[in-house]
T-cell receptor, first 112, second 114 residues
């Protein structure tokens, strides 16, 4: 079975631009979570979606938004990019909302 | 909110020796404690997890122990091998019916010297 897939793998944006990151969960998984991992730190929770509804939101500004589609894939959108948004953005899926998380390889976002 | 502290930040061991990583958490409601291994440039991989109704869990050379009273849990790797070299993250969460939000520690860089 394919694992969690994320696209793109790398992305370079300029301050003020917006970005959309995409995630496809493991087949059969209904929950998708997004995490931000700054270099040298542990991942930090951004959002969790289960059955297309937001089930949790971390301490991130409103510039960050997400959604989950009927096929359980998900998008993370970030508006008005700041230099500090440069990070590895990880998507994780789980069978149910309360099941163990399995991470994708991430999208490396660089904001210049 | 939950806060997870992880120690040490770096750990160097000789091949064949044991490695121990310790984490403490702040929220007594936390009931799920996974450990992830992240190799350079790769995704975090779940290596073992434990729920609060269990004190210890083993999987081959890896074991995790949990002390709910003291709010700390530890990862033990025995007979370390060079392929165990990676960054290890502990995490804690309060699993609810519809959510599993992980709070991660800062990570431990483990180097196994041959």
């Amino acid at each position: 079975d394919a694992g969690v897939t994320q696209s793109p793998t790398h992305l370079i944006k300029t301050r003020g631009q917006h970005v959309t990151l995409r995630c496809s969960p493991i087949s059969g998984h209904k929950s998708v979570s997004w995490y931000q991992q700054v270099l040298g730190q542990g991942p930090q929770f951004i959002f969790q979606y289960y059955e297309k509804e937001e089930r949790g939101r971390g301490n991130f500004p409103d510039r960050f938004s997400a959604r989950q589609f009927p096929n359980y894939s998900s998008e993370l959108n970030v508006n008005a990019l700041l230099l500090g948004d440069s990070a590895l953005y990880l998507c994780a899926s789980s069978q149910q909302g309360n099941s163990p998380l399995h991470f994708g390889n991430g999208t490396r976002l660089t904001v210049t | 909110g939950e806060n997870v502290e992880q120690h040490p930040s770096t750990l160097s061991v000789q091949e064949g020796d044991s490695a121990v990583i310790k984490c403490t958490y702040s929220d007594s409601a936390s009931n799920y404690f996974p450990w992830y291994k992240q190799e350079l440039g790769k995704r975090p991989q779940l290596i073992i997890d434990i729920r609060s109704n269990v004190g210890e869990k083993k999987d081959q050379r890896i074991a995790v122990t949990l002390n709910k009273t003291a709010k700390h849990f530890s990862l033990h790797i025995t007979e370390t091998q060079p392929e165990d070299s990676a960054v290890y993250f502990c995490a804690a969460s309060t699993i609810k019916a519809a959510g599993n939000k992980l709070t991660f520690g800062g990570g431990t860089r483990v180097l196994v010297k041959p």
